[in-house]
């Protein structure tokens, strides 16, 4: 199971840092990836952890999303600077089919 959380109201240029933890799985042990899905839009991929550490981003958010993960929390983190308005969207964890609920990210002032 996951579950995100962190989610809110930014204002542009602000930062936020989302949460996920996994729960019945050992991060540490496993690829997971961040996606988010704005309105009217198909849900799209943002950034994967891979199992040795190694982060990919899309371009739309390489330079301003960090990808982190704590193994002892079991926990991995999104941590967003320099927010856009076109970053809003409901941000999922993921790990291959299994899904957390989303967490609601809206920038505007």
């Known amino acids: 199971q996951l579950v995100e959380s962190g989610g809110g109201l930014v204002q542009p240029g602000g930062s936020r840092r989302l949460s996920c933890v996994a729960s019945?799985?050992?991060?540490?042990?496993?690829?997971m990836a961040w996606y988010r899905q704005a309105p009217g839009n198909q849900r799209e991929w943002i950034a994967t952890?891979?199992?040795?550490?190694?982060?990919y981003y899309d371009d739309s958010v390489k330079g301003r999303f960090i990808f982190s993960r704590d193994a002892a929390k079991n926990m991995i983190y999104l941590q967003m600077n320099r927010l856009k308005p076109g970053d809003t969207a409901v941000y999922y964890c993921n790990h291959k089919t299994a899904w957390g609920q989303g967490t609601q990210v809206t920038v505007s002032s």
């Open positions: 019945g799985k050992d991060i540490s042990r496993i690829g």
């Open positions: 952890m891979s199992i040795d550490g190694t982060t």
